[in-house]
């Protein structure tokens, strides 16, 4: 699997993987695949799955169904998302031997929509993220992810946050050294990182995974 190390700093906030329901779309092409062969084949060769080249080809058809399932899973299973306070990872299996992996700053997002389809939102509550990018420059989807309304937010909670950053650099608060000793050192960002932590693991309550 993918080693997800992180900066002790850019721990990761929220670590995502995709729902099950994904892992069904393969195989249902695949039964309406064989159904829609089994109905053209029947009015040419009744009863043509008993024939010698019938179960050749039954055979063969498995046999790729087969392939296509455990190279869909593989491909859906190693694909990750993870969110930090710094910024969103998505690793993706593009192929068996090919994983891409792209990330982008928590500043970069200038816009969040949520794409759901009936099925997937009314029974699952599962949908793709898609990050509209500044600049235009592209975008950054989570997809087949389960409540995305709560990555959503949480994720809109960090750009808050980063603003806030931004807008208070080159500010200064006090730190105290000890019962008698006390001086003001700048803002940074590991020190609203803390905040940041400290308020997530209070209003958001969000769950912390080491591992996928």
Known sequence: MFDLSFPLEEEPIKIIKMHW???LKVLFKIAVTGLVL???LFPTVPFWWQTYYGRIGIFIFFSIAIIFLVKDFWKKFATVYVVTGEKLIDVTQEKILKRIVTEIGIENIEKIKIKKNFVRRRIFDVGDIIFGLK???GILAFYNIKSPEEIRKIINCLIDEKKE???QKGSECKVSGGEISEEK???TVSYYGEK???KKK?????????KI
């Open 21 to 23: 329901i994904a892992y």
């Open 38 to 40: 089994f109905v053209l």
């Open 135 to 137: 600049n235009e420059v």
């Open 165 to 167: 950053i931004v807008s």
């Open 185 to 187: 050192v700048p803002l």
């Open 196 to 198: 940041l932590k400290q």
């Open 202 to 210: 209070e209003n958001l309550k969000l769950v912390k995974k080491n």
